[in-house]
């Protein structure tokens, strides 16, 4: 049974930044892309950033583009979000997911098999 847990989110300053860290546990990490998402109130679930099993590509989406980056330590088993230059626009609850080992990055979330339960991010202005 694959288990992901987020942590890492919190209340910054616009401007500011933070890193969102994703542990799996239940199966060997290194097999599995990676995905981050994201939902604000009362908005869809939206793509975020997604990185290969190998860690060879990475896709982002155009809103986060240049300011995010998705890393993943297999050593660690733990993939990463590092987020800088927040806007108010970036407040949501972020979730880390899981595609079925070795598939290529997916960037809707119903290619995702497996989900972390969330952390908040919350950017004053």
């Known amino acids: 049974q694959v288990q992901l847990v987020e942590s890492g989110g919190g209340l910054v300053q616009t401007g500011g930044s933070l890193r969102l860290s994703c542990e799996l546990s239940?199966?060997?990490?290194?097999?599995?892309?990676m995905g981050w998402f994201r939902q604000a109130p009362g908005k869809e679930r939206e793509f975020v950033a997604a990185?290969?099993?190998?860690?060879?590509?990475?896709y982002y989406a155009d809103v986060v583009k240049g300011r995010f980056t998705i890393s993943r330590d297999n050593a660690q088993n733990t993939v990463y979000l590092q987020m800088n230059s927040l806007t108010p626009d970036d407040t949501a609850v972020y979730y880390c997911?899981?595609?079925?080992?070795?598939?290529?990055?997916?960037?809707?979330?119903?290619?995702?098999?497996?989900w972390g339960q969330g952390t908040q991010v919350a950017v004053s202005s």
């Open positions: 997911a899981a595609r079925l080992a070795r598939l290529p990055i997916g960037t809707v979330a119903d290619q995702y098999r497996y």
């Open positions: 239940g199966r060997t990490f290194g097999d599995y892309p």
């Open positions: 990185i290969s099993w190998s860690a060879g590509s990475t």
